[in-house]
């Protein structure tokens, strides 16, 4: 019984490796959103600065052509499109749910004026906290808690600093977990 039982706690263990293992081939996703992401807040940050006129114009170009290339990305992953547990379609749900709901609150985004990015950085604490809990990742536990803090910080700073704690949010939840993902991928 004390075998079968051992045997039973190494299948699970084998299957959430092997699920991380499969998760790190998202890593691309999370460095291709929050290098955009951050490029777009420091560019707008610099644009409110220097020509406020233009200070939306990043956002305008670097989300874009990060959809093309996730577009790519997508395309790739499904020339090897492997089984998913059910964990992992759970997650994919939730990364589609979070992408919704972002296109929802920054398309209406002049109703909560200046109360925007904190709640965004709250849905990629939130997101990034589950991805992490999911696959026991604690780069992304840690990046989760470093948004929830700079959310808490942002409903009490001017926007152009909520900015520049968006670019650290993002930094922190996608950008070093993503290229921990990608490093351990191809070790």
Same mark, same amino acid.
């Given at each position: 019984?004390?075998? %079968?039982?051992?045997?039973?706690?190494?299948?699970?263990?084998? *299957?959430?490796?092997?699920?991380?293992?499969?998760?790190?081939?998202?890593? /691309?996703?999370? &460095?291709?959103?929050?290098?955009?992401?951050?490029?777009?807040?420091?560019? %707008?940050?610099?644009?409110?600065h220097?020509?406020?006129?233009?200070?939306?114009?990043?956002?305008?170009? @670097? +989300?874009?052509?990060?959809?093309?290339? %996730?577009?790519? &990305?997508?395309?790739?992953?499904?020339?090897?499109?492997? +089984?998913?547990?059910? *964990?992992?379609?759970?997650?994919?749900?939730?990364?589609?749910?979070?992408? *919704?709901?972002?296109f929802?609150?920054?398309?209406?985004?002049?109703?909560?004026?200046?109360?925007?990015? /904190? &709640?965004?950085?709250?849905?990629?604490?939130?997101?990034?906290? $589950? @991805?992490?809990? =999911?696959?026991?990742?604690k780069?992304?536990?840690?990046?989760?808690?470093?948004?929830?803090?700079?959310?808490i910080?942002?409903?009490? $700073?001017?926007?152009? +600093?909520?900015l520049?704690?968006? =670019?650290?949010? $993002?930094?922190?939840?996608?950008? &070093?977990?993503?290229i921990?993902?990608?490093?351990?991928?191809?070790?």
């Amino acid at each position: 019984m004390e075998n %079968q039982n051992q045997q039973h706690l190494d299948l699970i263990a084998q *299957v959430i490796k092997s699920a991380q293992r499969r998760y790190q081939d998202d890593s /691309p996703y999370y &460095i291709l959103w929050g290098c955009s992401i951050f490029t777009a807040c420091i560019a %707008q940050f610099i644009l409110l600065h220097f020509a406020p006129s233009y200070n939306g114009l990043a956002w305008g170009i @670097s +989300i874009p052509a990060a959809i093309i290339i %996730q577009m790519f &990305i997508i395309q790739k992953q499904m020339k090897k499109e492997k +089984i998913k547990t059910h *964990v992992e379609s759970l997650l994919a749900s939730m990364w589609i749910a979070f992408g *919704v709901t972002i296109f929802i609150i920054l398309s209406f985004s002049f109703k909560l004026e200046h109360n925007t990015y /904190p &709640i965004v950085l709250c849905l990629y604490a939130f997101s990034t906290f $589950v @991805s992490g809990s =999911a696959f026991k990742i604690k780069a992304f536990l840690f990046g989760s808690i470093a948004c929830w803090v700079f959310a808490i910080i942002s409903f009490f $700073v001017a926007f152009e +600093i909520q900015l520049l704690l968006l =670019a650290a949010g $993002v930094l922190f939840a996608f950008i &070093i977990p993503g290229i921990a993902l990608r490093k351990n991928n191809l070790e």
